[in-house]
């Protein structure tokens, strides 16, 4: 039988009405939201609702919103399939999913949780304010061509390779510049697509240096426990289990790329073959899905 594993998206999944739906249907994730917007000193749940998508799509309300959205909808798992996560053997959580993931897994309260991600989404904000900057998701090249295209693209700005996320599925993070030149050699050497993300700034690079360190303070304070199960790291594709060393790959996990394909892999290569994606949209079943046909990844719905 095929083990089972849980999934957790990242920025960029968000929604205008994600949670709306399980929050009106069930009590005890309309008290999570009610709970959220108490610690967060302002109404994450409107924004979740309502929106409007400007402001949802902020860095600083987008990680919040997705991080508590993701929990309610583990809570709707947990309510209507309960044996499925009382057989989940593993977690993993694409970047900011990876705080989700934690708290999942026990290592980390929900109060924490939230307020490190509130902290993180803050830094990471200041951190691209400073300095113009974003992301190109590149498709249909392999990685050692984008690496190339990144070093001739570069010139005087940073442009790296920020997410691995499965074959074909490449992202660069960098200046403004450096990415645009980066979408235009992408396509003239034969991506598919060369498509600016929406995001704030160049995520997962040294522009994120500011915020790196402000996480660390934050996160100096925080109790970390050791996961009750595996959460396979971002930053290395592998489970971590004593707490000052998960905080210290949390805060690695700014500056580096993202190995959700070799993440992946590592799951499915230790006979992981049945997966929930747990949150809102479902990239990451399409990305798993492109990695291995066979693999069966559910979403849970949370409108």
């Not at 249907?25 to 939201?33: A, N, S, T």
């Not at 900057?133 to 190339?148: A, R």
Request: charged share 20%.
């Amino acid at each position: 039988m095929d083990k089972i594993a849980v999934l957790f998206p990242g920025q960029g999944a968000q929604t205008v009405g994600m949670g709306m739906g399980i929050a009106s249907k069930y009590p005890k994730i309309r008290r999570l939201y009610e709970v959220a917007d108490a610690i967060l000193g302002y109404s994450l749940s409107k924004i979740c609702f309502e929106g409007p998508a400007e402001e949802l799509d902020s860095t600083v309300y987008s990680q919040p919103a997705i991080f508590v959205t993701s929990l309610a909808a583990l809570e709707v798992l947990r309510i209507e399939s309960p044996e499925v996560l009382l057989s989940v053997e593993a977690t993993a959580g694409l970047s900011l999913g990876e705080y989700t993931a934690l708290v999942f897994a026990e290592a980390i309260s929900f109060e924490d949780g939230l307020q490190l991600v509130q902290k993180r989404g803050e830094a990471m904000q200041e951190a691209s304010d400073a300095t113009p900057s974003g992301m190109v998701s590149i498709l249909g090249l392999e990685i050692s061509q984008v690496e190339s295209l990144c070093d001739v693209a570069r010139q005087d700005g940073i442009l790296q390779v920020a997410n691995m996320l499965c074959p074909g599925n490449i992202v660069v993070s960098g200046t403004n510049a450096a990415c645009e030149r980066a979408a235009e050699m992408a396509v003239a050497a034969g991506a598919m697509k060369a498509v600016p993300l929406a995001v704030a700034g160049a995520f997962h690079t040294p522009i994120m240096k500011p915020a790196d360190q402000k996480l660390a303070d934050v996160l100096a304070s925080v109790s970390i426990n050791r996961p009750k199960i595996p959460v396979v790291s971002n930053v290395d594709a592998l489970p971590h289990e004593n707490p000052e060393e998960i905080k210290e790959i949390l805060v690695r996990q700014i500056l580096q790329p993202v190995l959700w394909e070799n993440s992946m892999r590592s799951l499915l290569d230790q006979g992981f073959g049945t997966f929930y994606e747990v949150g809102p949209g479902r990239v990451l079943r399409g990305l798993l899905k492109r990695i291995d046909r066979k693999a069966a990844c559910y979403n849970v719905e949370i409108m």
